[in-house]
């Protein structure tokens, strides 16, 4: 057993005592009740279940949740795919999926809006010239798994989306 | 002045002596013979040139086959290896005595002989009538034209000419003789590993000069930040390895003692894969020399509770990073997970590749397809989310609960020089 505590969406959750391999899909599941976030190969392939987490020196990356433990998070900072919109109003990444009809089925979709969220964040940091945002994109959701193959629209939406804003790009 | 010209005088000297040796030992004469065009030479060539592994570095990535491009890294600078198709920019007009100069001396001419990145040092033990058929092979061959950039190395080791001498030093010249005491598949297993195959180039180490160590062959080399592993009788034994797990692996790239990752994928999958059966027990019965462990098989159904000497950092840091693949057993997932129980990886007594393949982890790329699945598993890269303290100590959890209890402890000093590369 370890004893974790995790702040999840900027709210520290109370102390956890959970056993060492509980993967940490299914501490938020079922000891948050954070049903977001997807369980999908469970082998680390498919991305579904990614997560963010904030590093102190404001880096953000992605985890994937089917092959890390609980306990791997202790004392981190997380977001998942309920902390995106919490006023109700969709952030410009989810924004750019529902009008690009990126995805049907969404079983996949809180791993992308996780995973370009990450991205667009560090173009915020470290802009990139015009013509290094396709391989940007790629580099930055190019492991995610689709199933009803809305690739290449989730794909279109991150890559439009971040053209369209003069922060994220160089020239 | 007369100091100058005396200085000039043995320059020039030293000069004609070293073309002298060049001229005479660096490129002996072979006599020529007919390019083979019969199918049944054509066919030969082809499987020596699969068993030769020729592909891999005569082929860049992306770039028709054998079209050359490739670049092999060493310490003084990359090597281009050239396009070996019969075009122009290739090996059009080559004739069979300059490709098997090439082949068993590294050099067609004084001027331009080959950097031991050819492996010339092992492909010297290839039959005149072996080469002669991939040469045949390879001039029946398509032309593609692909002007490969050339080879530039550091000074003093772009003076082409001074191979000879490295040559001297390091490339045995002896063509292959089999031993009468073994059998005929011990034989044909020595040929092909120490000759078309090449095992050496990466699993016998090296000295300063890159020359293979003499007496320490297939012992184990660095490659790059990991090591390709002992593969002697002993080392295989040691490791837990036996006949059937070895034929198996070269079949496979998987099985219960290791799964290839890096460039022995590429050998597996561009190689040893497509050899026959026959050739592929030939190997292992070379490799294994008669010999067997006395030893009973390492344990594989190791239990968390049988874990000796382990801190318990190390097992909270395994169940919660590794276990939810790997399983808390060690067992993995079949055509998955590799095992680590078991695993010879984990009882390389260095520890390099199983810290370096934590650190930096695997693409599912750089692994061989599972028996019916479409991959392994990506091995996720730890590098930056343990400590060094957590990566040693995960480390020697793996290795004194998988291994078999003579795997060493590693150091905190060990697991930072093999982090940074040393």
């Given amino acids: ?171 | 002045m007369r100091v100058l010209g005396k200085l000039l005088a043995v320059v020039i000297l030293l000069g004609a002596a070293y073309a002298v040796f060049a001229w005479t030992w660096g490129v002996p004469r072979v006599a020529e013979h007919p390019t083979l065009t019969d199918e049944e030479s054509i066919a030969r060539g082809r499987y020596l040139l699969v068993a030769g592994d020729c592909i891999s570095c005569h082929t860049a990535p992306g770039a028709a086959t054998l079209s050359g491009g490739f670049e092999v890294a060493s310490p003084f600078g990359n090597i281009v290896a050239p396009n070996i198709t019969p075009a122009k920019s290739g090996i059009a007009g080559m004739t069979s005595a300059q490709f098997y100069q090439i082949m068993a001396y590294g050099a067609n001419s004084i001027w331009h002989p080959l950097y031991p990145a050819m492996p010339y040092t092992s492909f010297r033990l290839v039959t005149r009538e072996d080469s002669d058929a991939l040469h045949g092979y390879l001039m029946s061959l398509p032309p593609v034209e692909n002007d490969v950039p050339p080879t530039s190395l550091m000074f003093p080791f772009n003076i082409r000419p001074g191979v000879f001498a490295w040559n001297l030093l390091f490339a045995d010249r002896g063509t292959f003789v089999p031993d009468p005491a073994k059998d005929e598949a011990w034989n044909r297993g020595a040929y092909l590993v120490n000759g078309l195959g090449h095992c050496d180039a990466c699993h016998t180490p090296r000295n300063m000069l890159m020359g293979e160590k003499s007496g320490e062959a297939l012992k184990g080399g660095r490659q790059g930040a990991m090591i390709a592993p002992d593969i002697t009788a002993d080392g295989l034994i040691a490791r837990g390895w036996t006949f059937d797990l070895l034929v198996s692996y070269f079949t496979t790239g998987n099985g219960p003692r290791a799964s290839s990752f890096g460039e022995m994928a590429q050998v597996i999958r561009n190689t040893t894969s497509q050899l026959t059966p026959e050739d592929r027990a030939a190997m292992a019965s070379y490799l294994f020399d008669g010999k067997s462990a006395p030893a009973a098989e390492p344990a594989t159904d190791m239990t968390l509770d049988a874990a000796v000497g382990a801190g318990s950092d190390g097992k909270s840091l395994y169940l919660g990073n590794c276990a939810l693949c790997h399983k808390a057993t060690g067992e993995g997932i079949a055509n998955t997970t590799p095992p680590l129980a078991g695993n010879s990886t984990v009882l390389q007594a260095d520890g390099r590749n199983l810290v370096v393949v934590t650190a930096d982890g695997l693409a599912a790329s750089q692994m061989v397809p599972g028996t019916g699945v479409a991959a392994l598993g990506p091995m996720p890269a730890f590098r930056s989310r343990l400590t060094l303290a957590e990566m040693t100590a995960v480390a020697n959890y793996v290795r004194t609960t998988f291994g078999d209890g003579t795997v060493p402890e590693l150091s905190e000093e060990e697991v930072k020089a093999i982090l940074d590369g040393k």
């Fill in chain 1, 1 to 171: 057993m370890a004893r974790i505590s995790i702040t999840v969406n900027g709210t520290a959750a109370e102390p956890h005592d959970v056993p060492d391999q509980l993967p940490m899909v299914d501490y938020l599941h079922d000891y948050l009740g954070l049903t977001g976030t997807k369980f999908g190969c469970g082998i680390g392939v498919c991305h579904a279940c990614v997560v963010i987490v904030d590093n102190p020196d404001g880096t953000s990356e992605t985890r994937r949740t089917c092959i890390s433990a609980a306990s791997t998070f202790d004392g981190l900072s997380v977001r998942t795919v309920e902390g995106h919109a919490p006023d109700g109003a969709l952030s410009p990444v989810q924004l750019a999926f529902v009008e690009h009809f990126a995805f049907q089925c969404g079983y996949c979709t809180p791993g992308f809006v996780n995973a370009a969220t990450v991205l667009v964040e560090r173009l915020a940091r470290e802009p990139v010239a015009r013509d290094a945002v396709e391989k940007a994109v790629q580099d930055g959701i190019g492991d995610h798994v689709c199933r009803c193959t809305g690739y290449v629209r989730y794909h279109q939406a991150l890559r439009d989306y971040i053209l369209s804003q003069p922060n994220l790009v160089q020239g």
